[in-house]
């Protein structure tokens, strides 16, 4: 069965960087796009962008531009996304998600930005 | 960017009875191919969202007959009949017609 298995909770200090990941099984990795998705504690939902690993192609929300980085290693069918410059606005909870119709979800990792 | 704007439910909603979530789009989201691209979400509390419905009226795969999406290009209901609590979370519409995509802001479903 399809899975995406996202790796864990993040401390972070303000400044610095992280690079989270979202490890997909189940399924051929090169064949769908992979999504990431931002969720800020009691709010909704923001698109950041997507990569499709098949041929490392990205497309980001421009307001992501030069804040999030997203990479893929197919050998190891798993998908990343470095946050870079952090700060108190990049606490929140990132998702990874399959596809054009976003059907299949990561668990989720909670950043969290603090000195 | 398109704005999408999701209507409020007047909770809590009794079990068995139905509920309609509305969701707008600052600019239609019929594409040249006919298809209206619009995708409903469920996140219940402490988890992922869950895809319900996508092309506006698709139902996912494995997601109920009880769910059923409608609409125009720029207006859109998500309805929810004979409620059962597993129904109850957030309620979330996605344009996937433009770049960025954009979600509503959510409208969240209690049940009595």
């Known amino acids: 069965q399809v899975q995406l298995q996202q790796s864990g909770a993040e401390l972070v200090k303000p400044g610095s960087s992280v690079k989270i990941s979202c490890k997909a099984s189940g399924y051929t990795f090169t064949s769908y796009d992979m999504h990431w998705i931002k969720q800020q504690p009691g709010n909704g939902l923001e698109w950041i962008g997507w990569?499709?690993?098949?041929?490392?192609?990205?497309k980001y929300n421009q307001k992501f531009n030069g804040k999030a980085t997203l990479t893929a290693d197919k050998s190891s069918s798993t998908a990343y996304m470095q946050l870079s410059s952090l700060t108190s606005e990049d606490s929140a909870v990132y998702f990874c998600?399959?596809?054009?119709?976003?059907?299949?979800w990561g668990q989720g990792v909670m950043v969290t930005v603090s000195s | 960017d398109i704005v999408m704007t999701q209507g409020v439910l007047p909770n809590p909603v009794p079990s068995g009875e139905s509920a309609s979530i509305t969701c707008r789009s600052s600019k239609s989201l019929v594409y040249k191919d006919g298809k209206t691209y619009l995708n409903w979400f469920l996140q219940r509390p402490g988890q992922s969202p869950q895809l319900l419905t996508y092309?506006?009226?698709t139902r996912a795969s494995g997601v109920s007959d009880r769910f059923s999406g409608s609409g125009s290009g720029t207006y859109f209901t998500l309805k929810i009949s004979r409620v059962r609590a597993e129904d109850a979370g957030v309620y979330y519409c996605q344009q996937v017609r433009e770049y960025p995509r954009t979600f509503g802001g959510g409208t969240k479903l209690e049940l009595k």
């Open positions: 092309w506006m009226s």
């Open positions: 998600a399959r596809g054009t119709y976003y059907d299949y």
């Open positions: 990569i499709y690993p098949g041929n490392g192609n990205t």
